[in-house]
């Protein structure tokens, strides 16, 4: 507290000839989310590189953004990032206040950290409003890394891959904008023959929640031979009560798995694969939609995920990948059209590339169907995420995704040279001085290439 001080006089300083200018046009909400092209009237500092470092090990100069607004609000978030050992954290310390020129006074606002008020709530729901109002200063905090023997996140769910990916494949939390984070929460723990996989997208409200748990039950007896290798898992992901009604339905999928390794190495493992899957609603929980799924998948020590397989419907309406990243978002017809039809093959293969020390998250997916030997419906879907800044990105979440209709006749390395049938979505915070941009793209063309777009832009001038 003591060295912010000092910062926050240098702001009030180096921005009060801003503060005694009249606006030219209406005040501007300080939440700056534009939906139109504009230019930001306010005038704000970001990415500030300090004197001093109060992380350990970061490689991160991004410590301090600011803001301030000509009817004087201003904004302070300081963001020390701290790495100890296994342990990897980012906190996000916001000051907010109100600066007048004549008569000359100051304001700070301490209600972000004050504990909220109590009023007739029991003391277990207090406690959890105590712990939901806090836990907007941690970005993130990580232990470890990916199929060690103890993995755990807190934050913001990025690559997320339950098993094999029956379930969930390759997961971005895509339910929140590239500048917000969430209290998501991911634990791997990996016991010798046994493991545990559990997820939730938001500890305090969560819309997706899964585990698994697996083991080898034959791992203890030696005239088991090969069998020893075999790992049956059970898998469950579900969206847990809630208010919204469009989760009035909540769809949950039950995995059965069963997998055998074959080729074991450090560095990487491949193994052969099988799944029955069910997917049950609060009024058909006894009469599920059956489908099931089998194939190869395999990962590297801790940064690529793959997996190739074939998905088949037994019985009811069953839906393929229903846990995409944008399921929060996704409309009824969407939905609806992910339904596989029985006698219809669904192929896919997904390669996930998860660098998270530096925030950096890539996932290839194509995919297709076979009705009567005959393929149809092939799509090609890449994306990026980048949740550090890195090259004067910010954050970053941009999909690319293909669609090759059966009318076109197009093939894949050839389509990939067109924009025709394809659609882009992008929402990227960049920095480039003297600016800092805000940039959102949607963009979808046809056909024949015509694109229908929107883009949308907020541009903050950096004072220091």
Known sequence: MKKLIPLLCILIIITAPLFSQEA?????????????????????????????????????????????????????????????????AQ??????????????????????WQLPDRGDEPLEQWAKAIAYHYSRFIRFMQWGRRYEPVYARYGKLMGITLGDGALIN??????????????????????????????????FAPTLTAWRFSAKPLAAVVQAAELRKVELGLSWAYSPPSFDTSFLHRPQFFALDGSYPIYEWEFLNLSLFGNLIAEATDGAFFAPALGWRWGLWGHTKNILVFNASITNTIDGAFHGEYYSSTFENRSASETDALLLPIGTQRLDATLNMNISRYGVYLRTKMSGHLTDSSYHDYQFVTSIHIDKRLFNIVSLDFTYEKLYPTSTGERFFEGLKTLRNVALNASMVVKAKPYTLDLGLNASFDDQGEATYKLSTAVRVTIL
């Open 170 to 203: 390759g997961f971005f939390d895509q339910g929140v904008d590239v500048r917000s984070s969430r209290p998501g929460f991911e634990l791997m723990l990996n016991l010798g023959g046994t493991s545990l996989h559990f997820i939730t997208n938001d500890l």
């Open 24 to 88: 030219e046009s209406d005040p501007v909400d300080p939440g700056y989310e534009q939906e139109v092209v504009e230019t930001d009237q306010r005038a704000s500092f970001q990415w500030v590189e300090l004197p001093f470092s109060p992380s350990v090990g970061t490689n991160s100069g991004s410590l301090l953004e600011g803001e301030a607004t000509s009817e004087g609000f201003f904004r302070l978030s300081y963001m020390p990032e701290v790495r100890l050992g296994p342990f990897n």
């Open 91 to 112: 906190f996000d310390f916001k000051f907010t206040g109100q600066l007048s020129i004549d008569p000359f006074d100051i304001h700070l606002d301490f209600a972000d």
